[in-house]
Nanobody
Framework: QVQLVESGGGLVQAGGPLRLTCAAS????????VGWFCQPPGKERVFVAA????????FYTDSVKGRFTISRDNAKNMAYLQMNTLKPEETAVYYC????????????????WGQGTQVTVSS
């Protein structure tokens, strides 16, 4: 199994940027697609973005298209979520997750979850 640790969360003003990092260990990171999810306070966890094993394919939920960018560095066993022009309603705990198939990640069926990192966007 892959172990995942997110970092980079924090407090940011509306309109500002933040970059999240997902560090992977355990099994071969490049064998997995990676996804980012968020869970706002009192709500369910939802899909944000996903990237395939070799970064060929990416998916984004409609609300973040053009503002968020998912990327990965397989040599470093890292994945990233660059978030720009953040909105207060995007305050949430952000999680990374993996599965060998990007379609499964997009559907929320994953092999491993990280512990999450809190992102708070002030208005």
């Amino acid at each position: 199994q892959v172990q995942l640790v997110e970092s980079g969360g924090g407090l940011v003003q509306a309109g500002g940027p933040l970059r999240l990092t997902c560090a992977a260990s355990g099994r071969t990171f490049s064998d997995y697609a990676v996804g980012w999810f968020c869970q706002p306070p009192g709500k369910e966890r939802v899909f944000v973005a996903a990237i395939s094993m070799r970064s060929i394919t990416t998916f984004y939920t409609d609300s973040v298209k053009g503002r968020f960018t998912i990327s990965r560095d397989n040599a470093k066993n890292m994945a990233y979520l660059q978030m720009n022009t953040l909105k207060p309603e995007e305050t949430a705990v952000y999680y990374c997750a993996v599965h060998p198939r990007i379609s499964m990640v997009r559907d929320g069926t994953v092999d491993s979850w990280g512990q999450g990192t809190q992102v708070t966007v002030s208005s």
